[in-house]
């Protein structure tokens, strides 16, 4: 997979925003992506940024079934000719460092 996006969809409400994002995750289900939910955001990796786009869509149309108005954010990551994982990102930085990227990681190892 090549195309790696960082999408957040948030409806504009004051209660909690749980059962939305909920709705938003669940569609990524239909399209044929990867993902991983974070507390900020959820990254999705597709074979192409037309599968993104679509996912993407989905989601923001999950949450607009429940919402009046819905905020969504897409970052794209679209590096052609190179398969390269997100989990392959992150290794690379962890090597430079040294250890695992998180504040919590023991010193000097991962």
Known sequence: MTCIGFLSVAPVVEESMA?????????????????????????????????????????????????????????IDDKRGVDRRASEKVTRVEAELGREARSDAPEGGN
């Open 19 to 75: 059962p939305y994002v909920a709705d938003a995750v669940a569609a990524l289900d239909e399209f044929d992506v990867e993902y991983e939910t974070t507390p900020m955001g959820t990254i999705v990796e597709a074979d192409d940024s037309e599968e993104l786009f679509a996912a993407a869509h989905a989601a923001h149309e999950a949450v607009g079934a429940r919402s009046d108005r819905v905020e969504t954010f897409l970052k």
